[in-house]
């Protein structure tokens, strides 16, 4: 049980263009969702916590225009990347709180060209 | 301040030996949690071993456990008999209890273990 899942996998697109990644808490629900983003050999860093039903409430010096987080249900939360450009490069991974504890999601590569 | 200190970027064992991986934390919280995750290659983050402040034993799965040493604020991970799989990425992080509606992780920098042969 408690698995989360990511789509897609991965992702390239080119500069300028939007990019939506999804995550889904497949076999739970799910009323807390955090957002990481993970550059090359670095540890994670939290994005945004989002709330089913609520804004989302994002970490210092992430903005909040450029990373639209929407966590429409209990089991889905999708972070759409806004014109997105080279330095948005990076392993992005969402995670689920659930009742027994905290899920990750296997990620999503995503590179901006 | 850093609440989450990994001291060891990285570290090599050999096969079937144990290893020692340090985490040390930083809290005034009297309740919280302290989490294990690995990453492998392919990035995803697998959950190890929790361990909780209020936990009187250490946490023990299978080849993993925590030697928890509360007065130090520390949470090492020790992995027995290593295995080639083993070779990854290991992150500590804690969950505060207070001023943590939202119960986020605090991750530490992590630390790449490499088994060898």
């Known amino acids: 049980g408690a698995v989360v899942s990511q789509h897609p996998s991965w992702v390239i697109c080119k500069s300028g263009t939007s990019v939506k990644i999804e995550c889904r808490s497949l076999?739970?629900?799910?009323?807390?969702m955090f957002w990481y983003r993970q550059f090359p050999k670095q540890s994670l860093m939290l994005m945004a916590t989002?709330?089913?039903?609520?804004?989302?409430?994002?970490e210092q010096g992430v903005e909040k225009d450029k990373f639209l987080i929407n966590h429409a249900s209990l089991t889905l939360s999708t972070l759409t990347v806004t014109s997105a450009h080279p330095e948005d490069s990076s392993f992005y991974i969402c995670?689920?709180?659930?009742?027994?504890?905290?899920?990750f999601g296997p990620g999503t590569r995503l590179t901006v060209t | 301040a850093q609440k989450i200190t990994q001291t060891q970027p990285g570290m090599f064992v050999q096969e079937k030996e144990a290893v020692t991986l340090d985490c040390t934390y930083d809290?005034?919280?009297?309740?919280?949690?302290l989490f294990w995750y690995k990453q492998p290659s392919s990035g995803e983050m697998i959950f190890l071993i929790y361990?909780?402040?209020?936990?009187?034993q250490n946490a023990t799965e299978g080849r993993y456990s925590l030697n928890f040493q509360k007065a130090r604020k520390s949470a090492n991970l020790v992995i027995s008999a290593s295995q080639l799989g083993d070779s990854a990425m290991y992150f500590c992080?804690?969950?505060?209890?207070?001023?943590?509606?939202?119960?986020?992780?605090?991750f530490g920098g992590g630390t790449r273990l490499m088994v060898k042969p």
């Open positions: 989002s709330n089913e039903g609520s804004k989302a409430t994002y």
């Open positions: 076999d739970f629900q799910a009323t807390t």
């Open positions: 995670s689920a709180r659930g009742q027994f504890g905290q899920y």
């Open positions: 809290t005034s919280d009297p309740s919280y949690g």
């Open positions: 992080a804690m969950r505060e209890r207070t001023n943590n509606a939202g119960n986020m992780l605090t």
């Open positions: 361990q909780g402040s209020y936990d009187q």
